[in-house]
């Protein structure tokens, strides 16, 4: 399962007020461990899709959010509960470790 | 069990599967899970690479290296080793999902890492105004005021590409003249967004949940001064990424791992080392490459040095003893 996009005009609806814990991934084209990640959270997505949903933010195409919330490396995700920012990690690291950093969210 | 496993996706590890393939050796190359085409994918664009008199960006270069080594018939994982064997006939390459793989010969390609400043506060900032790639995270600098630590080409290059986005990019670097290649020093010398610190190094990172600037200190003085900023990009180097092969390969004491002479070959038998791993020195996209092929080529003649398979030489003594026994059989009767 390939993770939705989600813009500045649906952020609203598919994320603050999702009824499920939701992970943004904020990412570029032109950065390369975004893409390198990408598929690692297609996967999580996937596996998890009962408790966890997975969403990914074009910073490009939406700058307003990445500046909402204060994006400054990417790829970052953020994991929303209740239209709340819950849980911040930073950057493209392996399926293991970014399953340990989303236990609380995917166990 | 497969002839040969490359481990690494850089310059060196794709060179040698192309090299590999071609003398039809199958080659296996774990590639890393999120790292694939190692350092050239941070880097824009590329303009030393030979055959490329325009340049190339750095990863539509590994794209390409990984389209050659595939059409050849190289097979690439994308997972991260996580142990390995590497003693005798045998050497088994144990990776992030469990699965084990086994081949005769190994050649370990995996690169360098960034390196650290060392300071306490580089964990939580990092992410936070505080990054290793400015390719990646350049854009959230637009009209801010940065700093690059080094004095290479790398931090030339990521000062001159910050330039596009931020107003004013501070170079701090610890001596008072670059190690940089004289073209990509004169380009940040002629940007007048750049801005040279010499005898610098940074003491301190201020900030809690953001970067605000820093503490340098003066190399040959050793006086203090804080200087205000959004954002620090640091390159000041990479270290050989040697941890899954330590106490079982020899390293130099540059922390890179032994090669004989000018060859790949390790301390083991059947395990060759290629790439910025093995190169305290070049560290160069082509050097690497070039000592891929050597990896390649010297596996390739470890392979062919190797007795068949133990299966068959087992088979094949027996035949040849039964075939002796028989010729003696038949000496004895024509006696």
Not at chain 1, 8 to 20: G, H, I, R, S, Y
Not at chain 1, 57 to 79: C, H, R, S
Not at chain 2, 106 to 121: D, F
Not at chain 2, 193 to 205: G, L, S, T
């Amino acid at each position: 399962m390939t993770a939705r996009a989600v813009t500045e005009a649906t952020f609203e609806q598919e994320v603050l007020n999702n009824d499920k814990a939701v992970l943004v991934d904020f990412w570029a084209e032109w950065c390369g461990p975004c893409r390198a990640v990408s598929p690692i959270l297609d996967q999580i997505a996937t596996e998890h899709s009962e408790k966890l949903d997975i969403v990914k933010l074009n910073v490009d195409e939406n700058p307003g959010l990445a500046m909402k919330y204060q994006i400054t490396a990417i790829p970052a995700f953020k994991v929303f509960e209740k239209g709340e920012v819950v849980k911040t990690v930073i950057g493209a690291k392996p399926k293991p470790a970014l399953e340990a950093d989303l236990a609380a969210f995917i166990s | 069990m497969r002839d040969i496993i490359i481990i690494g996706s850089g310059p060196a590890g794709f060179t040698a599967a192309i090299y590999a393939a071609r003398a039809e050796l199958k080659p296996l190359l774990i590639a890393s899970s999120v790292e694939i085409g190692g350092e050239l994918m941070n880097t824009t664009e590329v303009e030393n690479f030979p055959g490329f008199p325009d340049g190339i960006m750095g990863p539509d270069l590994m794209a390409k290296l990984q389209a050659q080594a595939e059409r050849f018939g190289t097979e690439v994982v994308y997972d991260d080793v996580v142990e390995l064997e590497l003693v005798g006939p045998v050497k088994r390459v144990k990776l992030g999902n469990g699965e084990t793989h086994e081949a005769a010969a190994i050649i370990y390609a995996t690169g360098s890492a960034y390196r650290k400043l060392g300071l306490p506060e580089e964990e939580v900032l990092s992410g936070h105004g505080l990054s290793w790639c400015a390719t990646c995270d350049g854009f959230f600098f637009r009209q801010k005021t940065i700093a690059v630590v080094g004095g290479g080409d790398s931090a030339m290059e990521e000062a001159t590409f910050l330039t596009r986005f931020a107003d004013k990019v501070y170079v701090i670097h610890r001596r008072d003249s670059l190690k940089a290649s004289k073209i990509m020093q004169q380009r940040a010398f002629d940007n007048e967004k750049i801005e040279f610190i010499w005898n610098a190094e940074i003491a301190a990172i201020h900030g809690t949940t953001a970067v605000t600037g820093v503490t340098l200190r003066d190399t040959v003085t050793g006086d203090e001064r804080g200087l205000d900023l959004d954002g620090l990009f640091v390159a000041i180097g990479n270290d050989p990424r040697t941890h899954l092969v330590h106490g079982k390969l020899d390293l130099t004491s540059e922390g890179t791992i032994a090669v004989e002479g000018r060859t790949s070959k390790t301390n083991i038998p059947g395990v060759f080392a290629a790439g910025d791993v093995t190169d305290p020195h070049y560290r160069q996209a082509v050097t690497a490459a070039g000592s891929g092929t050597v990896a390649a080529l010297d596996a390739e003649q470890y392979l062919a040095a190797l007795p068949k398979a133990p299966e068959a030489e087992v088979a094949g003594d027996a035949a040849s003893v039964a075939e002796a026994e028989a010729g003696q059989a038949a000496l004895a009767v024509a006696n």
